[in-house]
């Protein structure tokens, strides 16, 4: 039997953090009570040393493991995203939690073990290795959904989570079942290559499997139809979870769709554009229509993110360079806008009174001016106002389905992003222009949470000044695909 060469470098990012998961594990034996919230500490160096590795790799081209993980500059722009979802995520978490009497060492170890199946879902070059990395990240998710036990919404919301997921997972494993059928291997360079010479039963079942494969990727960017479980479970988990899946589970989400569709399936670009353009519209349509009914911050914020993911879907549609790299550089965007605007949330609520109704933002951004200012630059740049990072992000999907000629596509995003002012811009009238609501606790005694609002708030205004920095990064990174 000869063994695969293997190349420890292509896993270095991903065993720096599953590592750092069990030192924080290891370390939980040793601290009780609210001294666990220390733990975070541990799980940010990680993520800053998994994140300096990363980058020093990024000239570096390699696969591992028979061809199966692949370093390449797609998968490191990618464990960069997360690691910056992931840190943002412990950064707010280590105030929030004493405020649910959540003191509990495993969230920590969930959160950086969740990350250790994105970066295998960035680098995964076969459809097995993705497909575990996917599961990676979503039981850590499931649990991390349900992990604020005395909450029935938490249960409840990882209960859903849970089935629905397992639901999801089994149209992905049977696409890929179909995939192996048709091509007898999981590896993509292979089936790539046989792709487009594909013709009779080989060519139904690639079509099958592809079908099978958008049902669930479709599922964990919740995309219409597919977008159910997304307002319950993201209302019911703790808001710190919420954030992390609503951006670090999506950015993981697209990163495995993009490699998959826009680079392996791209000799079926015709057929499967179709489909996305029609889910497209639906997603971004029924995301914001539904928003404009919610009351509660978290719905809202979760029908927002349905909504981004139809933006998202649109540079899919596109399918250039340009476009993949657009859709790179709208992820990093969209990860801090859209956690900075859950750390308000947040900040807005206080032990036993999580304050998640819009009548609670009655005044609060006359009452904290700073607190106020930063949810407007948030909810200014997720509804695509200029020179904030929404804004740039939106310019460049819209720009690369018009110049493949989508031009329907890229008016139908627009009279979206019209329609999201609406409810974005209710958010900050109550802030700024309602009066009473309720004291909040804000940022005071909260350092942590505040250095994620400001970390957030400052990288959403300098990526949109300075975009283009950014979006060469992911034109790069989109190219290296291979």
């Not at 280590?94 to 960035?122: R, V, W």
């Not at 493949?404 to 609406?422: C, D, E, K, P």
């Amino acid at each position: 039997m000869v063994m695969p060469d293997v190349s420890w470098a292509v896993l270095l990012p991903t065993l720096l953090i599953t590592g750092t998961g069990f030192a924080v594990l290891m370390a939980d034996l040793a601290v009780t009570g609210p001294e666990k919230d220390g733990l975070g500490w541990i799980g940010l160096i990680g993520l800053a040393v998994a994140a300096i590795a990363s980058v020093a790799l990024w000239n570096t081209a390699e696969t591992s493991f028979a061809a199966t993980i692949v370093l390449d500059r797609y998968a490191v722009f990618f464990n960069v995203l997360f690691c910056i979802a992931a840190g943002l995520t412990l950064l707010m978490s280590m105030d929030y939690l004493g405020t649910i009497d959540l003191h509990s060492g495993e969230y920590y170890a969930l959160i950086l073990l969740a990350t250790a199946g994105m970066f295998l879902m960035a680098a995964a070059n076969d459809l097995i290795v993705l497909f575990l990395g996917l599961e990676t990240m979503s039981v850590a998710a499931y649990v991390l959904a349900g992990i604020w036990r005395p909450d029935l919404r938490s249960s409840e919301a990882a209960m859903k989570y849970f089935l629905l997921g397992a639901f999801a997972t089994g149209f992905l494993l049977f696409g890929i079942a179909l995939l192996y059928g048709a091509f007898q291997t999981t590896a993509l360079g292979p089936i790539a290559r046989e792709l487009g010479a594909s013709g009779g039963l080989q060519r139904v079942l690639a079509g099958g499997g592809m079908a099978l494969l958008l049902v669930g990727f479709a599922f964990k960017i919740a995309a219409v139809p597919f977008h159910a479980w997304a307002p319950d479970v993201y209302e019911g988990s703790p808001t710190t979870v919420t954030a992390f899946m609503a951006v670090g589970v999506k950015a993981a989400a697209f990163a495995g769709f993009v490699r998959v569709f826009m680079h392996t399936f791209a000799a079926f670009a015709v057929e499967w554009s179709a489909v996305l353009a029609v889910m497209a519209v639906a997603t971004m349509t029924l995301g914001n229509l539904a928003a404009l009914r919610q009351n509660n911050i978290k719905r809202l914020l979760a029908y927002s993110s349905i909504a981004h993911a139809g933006y998202l879907l649109v540079g899919m549609v596109a399918g250039t360079p340009a476009a993949g790299a657009a859709v790179l550089y709208y992820l990093l965007a969209y990860t801090l806008m859209n956690t900075g605007a859950f750390a308000v949330v947040i900040a807005l609520g206080r032990r036993g009174e999580p304050n998640e109704s819009l009548d609670d933002f009655d005044g609060v951004g006359m009452r904290y001016p700073l607190l106020g200012f930063c949810m407007t630059v948030f909810m200014l740049s997720l509804a695509g106002i200029p020179t904030l990072a929404g804004f740039t992000g939106k310019f460049y999907l819209f720009s690369a389905a018009v110049q493949q000629g989508y031009v329907w596509l890229a008016i139908i995003g627009i009279l979206n992003s019209v329609v999201s002012m609406y409810y974005y811009g209710g958010v900050l009238m109550r802030m700024f222009m309602a009066d009473g609501g309720k004291d909040v606790q804000g940022t005071a005694h909260r350092p942590y949470l505040a250095a994620t609002i400001a970390a957030s708030a400052f990288g959403t205004v300098f990526l949109g000044i300075f975009p283009s920095w950014a979006y060469e990064l992911a034109h790069a990174a989109f190219l290296s695909l291979r």
